[in-house]
């Protein structure tokens, strides 16, 4: 083989692996940003029920109603029986 087809293969294979690093980092790139997007929207909901239970646990201190909106009591824990099975 001549000096300019080992060039050429060796052209050939660098490029390709050029091109398939940047398509694994693109679509690693791609996963971590989707991956932040839903770490972000559950941090909100973790907020937001967060802030329900310091409210309620404020309305139970404060002797005011506890109910969970759903229209059911909260129950003292102490009061529940635990069956193990």
């Known amino acids: ?11 050939v294979l660098v490029g390709g692996g050029v091109a398939v690093h940047f398509l694994l980092g693109r679509r690693l790139w791609r996963q971590v940003r989707v991956l932040t ?3 972000g929207a ?9 802030d329900r239970v310091a409210g309620l646990e404020a309305a139970r201190l404060q002797g005011g109603d506890t ?7 909260v129950q003292d824990r102490s009061s529940v029986r ?3 099975t």
Do not use: H, I
Not at 42 to 50: K, L, Q, Y
């Open 37 to 39: 997007r839903e770490m």
């Open 42 to 50: 559950a941090a909100d909901r973790f907020a937001a029920v967060s």
């Open 1 to 11: 083989m001549t000096w300019w087809g080992w060039l050429l293969l060796w052209v």
């Open 82 to 84: 635990v069956y193990n």
């Open 67 to 73: 109910r969970d909106g759903v229209g059911s009591p």
